[in-house]
């Protein structure tokens, strides 16, 4: 069925820019403190969970939730701000952000009272990471043809099979995994699958490390042998995940973390161009901040349709596609504009450093969050072209 895009004409309320300037001077308070580096980009200590924590007794996690469960109730855009301010600031988040961004609003939405009341508290207060289990090995993005299977048992399921470019598996708490509870049916492939909380610590998980070409890791495979879980850790219904998946991406695909990636290679150069660039650095600078402010207000458009209670699949999808493009084509097009840059204005060795390492961990981020193809082919069902 062919579905219209619209990006809504969205503004940030006066509350999200009086929040964004408290978000500032917590920033400034850990970077003070030493806690990360601002300008070191990617390259510096993204996963801190004490610093996760500072920022759950701030209430900046689980900030939409109901306050039974550890939320605040405030809103979308009010979140939407706390992110763009930390990822802009590259600071490290990896511990909880995941857990924010789509798992806790998976369990509010599908998951048992207990696991509501246990768990999402404790991810407001930044005390757990999640990871997230839906790409296969053969299959990528395509969860469609997700083959990992849970098998219903007298007292909960048993899940075998692996998952793969599983964010940060290796420290976290919980995964929600994506696995087939049944075969598909001829008229419809989104049929069988269903979704589980998964307790990391579970018997029969093994994570194996997927190194990049940075020498970072946080990407992994996770093999499932025969791992138990209760019946209470269904998530939803069975054999019906599908539309829930899909409700959970477009919370991944769309915010600001989708093409703040490599700004701080921007904010390098500018730096390293001083306050007097030439027409040609002035133009091409110019041209990244155009783009850059295109990209958010498109992102801000989605966070305000999902404040609204709308599920826009595709235009998160296009957000993230975009983003993607723009955050990898940066770093590349900051070396040719900074190539020629007198020295003594900023300092040329760092600036070369950061991009070298920007167009090494470039390649990751058409994998996280679905990659180039899939998103494109939603894309096109969603305008009837496939």
């Given amino acids: 069925m062919q579905s219209a895009i619209q990006f809504d004409p969205?503004?940030?309320?006066?509350?999200?820019?009086?929040?964004?300037?408290?978000?500032?001077?917590?920033?400034?308070?850990?970077?003070?403190?030493?806690?990360f580096d601002p300008n070191a980009g990617l390259k510096s200590a993204m996963f801190d969970r004490e610093f996760?924590?500072?920022?759950?007794?701030?209430?900046?996690?689980?900030?939409?939730?109901?306050?039974a469960y550890g939320g605040h109730e405030r809103s979308q855009l009010e979140r939407y701000v706390v992110t763009e301010e930390f990822r802009a600031a590259n600071a490290?988040?990896?511990?909880?952000?995941v857990a924010d961004r789509q798992s806790g609003p998976m369990l509010l939405k599908y998951?048992?009272?207990?696991?509501?009341?246990?768990?999402?508290?404790?991810?407001?207060?930044?005390?757990?990471?999640?990871?997230?289990?839906?790409?296969?090995?053969?299959?990528g993005s395509d969860l469609f043809a997700a083959k990992a299977k849970a098998t219903k048992t007298n007292d909960g399921w048993l899940l075998n099979g692996a998952k793969i470019w599983t964010s940060n598996a290796h420290r976290a708490d919980y995964m929600i995994g994506l696995f087939r509870t049944a075969p598909?049916?001829?008229?419809?492939?989104?049929h069988g699958l269903s979704q589980f909380l998964i307790d990391m610590q579970s018997p029969g998980i093994t994570v194996n490390p997927i190194e990049q070409m940075t020498g970072q890791h946080d990407f992994n495979e996770v093999v499932f042998d025969d791992v138990p879980i209760p019946d209470a850790h269904l998530l939803g219904e069975p054999h019906a995940a599908w539309r829930q998946?899909?409700?959970?991406?477009?919370?991944?695909?769309?915010?600001?973390?989708?093409?703040?990636?490599?700004?701080?290679?921007?904010?390098?150069?500018?730096?390293?161009?001083g306050e007097r660039p030439d027409a040609r650095e002035a133009e091409g600078v110019g041209r990244m901040v155009a783009q850059l402010h295109t990209l958010r207000r498109m992102s801000v458009s989605v966070a305000g349709m999902l404040e609204a209670g709308k599920e826009p699949v595709l235009e998160s999808s296009i957000v993230k596609d975009l983003g993607t493009i723009?955050?990898?084509?940066?770093?590349?097009?900051?070396?040719?504009?900074?190539?020629?840059?007198?020295?003594?204005?900023?300092?040329?060795?760092?600036?070369?450093?950061?991009?070298?390492?920007?167009i090494l961990s470039a390649p990751k981020f058409t994998i996280q969050g679905g990659t180039t193809e899939v998103l494109r082919g939603i894309i096109a069902r969603g305008l009837g072209l496939r």
Wanted: hydrophobic content about 40%.
């Fill in 326 to 358: 723009w955050e990898q084509a940066l770093p590349e097009r900051a070396r040719h504009l900074g190539a020629f840059a007198d020295s003594a204005v900023g300092n040329l060795h760092d600036f070369q450093d950061l991009v070298d390492f920007a």
């Fill in 111 to 139: 998951a048992d009272e207990s696991i509501k009341s246990e768990v999402l508290p404790r991810i407001a207060r930044g005390e757990l990471c999640f990871c997230i289990g839906m790409s296969e090995s053969g299959s």
């Fill in 245 to 273: 998946a899909t409700s959970e991406l477009a919370f991944e695909r769309s915010g600001p973390e989708r093409f703040l990636e490599t700004f701080y290679v921007l904010t390098a150069l500018v730096r390293l161009l």
């Fill in 52 to 67: 996760s924590k500072r920022v759950g007794a701030h209430g900046w996690i689980g900030m939409t939730w109901p306050r």
């Fill in 92 to 97: 490290p988040t990896w511990s909880h952000f």
């Fill in 184 to 190: 598909p049916s001829e008229d419809n492939r989104r």
């Fill in 10 to 35: 969205v503004r940030l309320p006066l509350v999200a820019q009086h929040l964004r300037a408290d978000v500032r001077t917590f920033i400034a308070e850990e970077v003070t403190a030493g806690t």
